[in-house]
Every structure is written in structure tokens, then in C-alpha cells.
């Protein structure tokens, strides 16, 4: 597992982003695809039908999407995940401190989504509020019950699949230090 700071051993071409919700995961995933020059395709728009509902297609477009040579999607839902690790070349990691940063990121998306009923994938919009109370699956609810389950996971991975680059990245400030350096860096042919 690599450093923030360390040089990446080839130019990413499948590239998957993991994180808890909140964590930045669509963010960075669309900044590599505009770096790498691959397409980014969000996992949530391929796996939310409407009304919230998983899509029957779900695993079919994610093996369409995954048979691309140049791509970057976030790693994301249980079945899915292990198709996207086969094939990605370069995994990257938001580990980043949970209270303090990624609660709160989850808190105001939540909340900004929600007051400007931004519609989602395929017409889905934030519920009420209320729901956090009654539904155990509420974003707010999910980001904190599987804030740890990467800590067990991205590690099994990168000793499963020795060939997959996976970067760690541990704040926001690493995050743009391996944007602006290593990957950078990688995708204009230069090695440190």
C-alpha cells in the first residue's frame, strides 16, 4: 500500500475510489477521470432505480462499465466490489479522520440535498429529515455504521490482488498532494 507521496508505478487507466459516504469518493473519482482522461460513471446513478430501488441491470452495467479500457468508478456495494477490484489497476483509498471530516461532509451534502431537493439518480431526491429516526439505512445512519468496514477490507485487498496499486490517503491535504503530485505526475509520463 502506497503513501500519499509515493510515485505510482504506471499511468491509472481503471481506477477505483473507496470510501465511506461522505468520505469525497465522487468528488476525487471525477478529478482522476479528468486527469487520466477516462470516463467517470458514478456507481449510485448504475445501481439507484427510482423510488430508491436497486437496479435489475445493476451488475450488467457494472461488467459493461468494467470492460472499458479506461475508466474510474468508486468502490462501492457488496456485489460489485469484487468485480471492480479485478479489473482496476489503481484503487485509492479516502481513509480520512471520520468525526471531523467525514461526518461533517455527509451532514451538510445531506442537508443541502435535501433543503434544495436535488434529484439524484433516476428522479430519487433526499428524504425528510425524519426519516434518519426510522430508517436504518438513512445516509446519515449508514455513513456511521460502516464508518470502519474499509479498515478490514482495502488491506484484504491489496494482499488478495498483489498487482492492484492501492494509495492510502489519510487527510484532505494528502489528497491534494497526491492529486498535484504522484498522479499527476504519473499521468505526464514523469517518475520521481
Known amino acids: 500500500?502506497?503513501?500519499y507521496d509515493a510515485p505510482l508505478p504506471h499511468r491509472p487507466r481503471r481506477v477505483a475510489v473507496a470510501g465511506v459516504s461522505g468520505s469525497?469518493?465522487?468528488t476525487l473519482a471525477a478529478r482522476?477521470?479528468?486527469l487520466t482522461g477516462g470516463p467517470h460513471t458514478d456507481i449510485d446513478g448504475l445501481f439507484h432505480g427510482p423510488g430508491w430501488t436497486?437496479?435489475?441491470?445493476f451488475l450488467d452495467d457494472v461488467r459493461a462499465l468494467l470492460?472499458?479500457?479506461a475508466w474510474t468508478t468508486e468502490w462501492q456495494y457488496r456485489t460489485a466490489r469484487p468485480l471492480i477490484a479485478q479489473r482496476a489497476d489503481l484503487m485509492v483509498w479516502l481513509d480520512l479522520p471520520f468525526w471531523t471530516t467525514t461526518f461533517?461532509?455527509?451532514v451538510r451534502r445531506t442537508l443541502r440535498r435535501r433543503r434544495h431537493r436535488t434529484v439524484l439518480w433516476n428522479g430519487n431526491v433526499e428524504p425528510p429529515l425524519r426519516t434518519l429516526f426510522t430508517d436504518s439505512e438513512h445516509i446519515l445512519r449508514w455513513a456511521v455504521s460502516t464508518r470502519g468496514k474499509y479498515t478490514d477490507q482495502v488491506p484484504g485487498v491489496a494482499r488478495?490482488?498483489?498487482?492492484?496499486?492501492?494509495?492510502?490517503l489519510r487527510s484532505a491535504g494528502q489528497v491534494e498532494g497526491w492529486v498535484d503530485g504522484p498522479l499527476r505526475n504519473a499521468v505526464n509520463g514523469h517518475r520521481e
Not at 54 to 57: A, F, G, I, L, T
Not at 160 to 168: C, I, Y
Open 104 to 106: 461533517p461532509r455527509v
Open 160 to 168: 488478495e490482488l498483489p498487482s492492484l496499486t492501492v494509495v492510502r
Open 67 to 69: 470492460a472499458g479500457d
Open 1 to 3: 500500500m502506497l503513501g
Open 54 to 57: 436497486p437496479r435489475e441491470s
Open 24 to 26: 469525497g469518493k465522487t
Open 32 to 34: 482522476i477521470a479528468a
